[in-house]
């Protein structure tokens, strides 16, 4: 099983920006699909996950914030990001079959806003 994503992600302030991650070795059909965030020198907080049918739950200190939607033809997984927030952004996925949850994580996106950007 793996999960990868590309490395780094600069945006403009105000431009939202869409993470992708790849799935290969098992179905998003049988997985819960989850995104994750640490913010510099903080703990790691979780944004929400995408059921193994299309429905998407959200932390509700961050409702309104990103958007999870994937692909499971293609083994995609996207965060839309509406808000600007430097963090490390991982996708991590967990299975229903196991009594507790057991995260497995990608490389993360590092995504950082810079206001000179043009």
């Excluded at 995104?35 to 020198?41: L, S, T």
């Excluded at 990103?66 to 963090?87: G, H, P, R, V, W």
């Excluded at 952004?89 to 950082?112: E, M, R, W």
Aim: aromatic letters at 14%.
């Amino acid at each position: 099983q793996s999960l990868t994503s590309s490395d780094y992600v600069v945006k403009k302030p105000g431009e939202s920006v869409t993470l992708s991650c790849t799935v290969s070795g098992f179905s998003m059909s049988s997985y819960w699909m989850h995104w994750i965030r640490q913010k510099p020198g903080k703990a790691l907080e979780w944004i929400g996950y995408i059921d193994t049918g299309s429905s998407a739950y959200y932390a509700q200190s961050l409702q309104g914030q990103f958007s999870i939607t994937k692909d499971t033809s293609k083994n995609m997984l996207y965060l839309e990001l509406k808000t600007e927030d430097t963090a490390v952004y991982y996708c991590a996925t967990d299975s229903l079959c196991l009594p507790a949850t057991i995260f497995t994580f990608s490389v993360g996106y590092h995504i950082k806003t810079h206001s000179g950007l043009k």
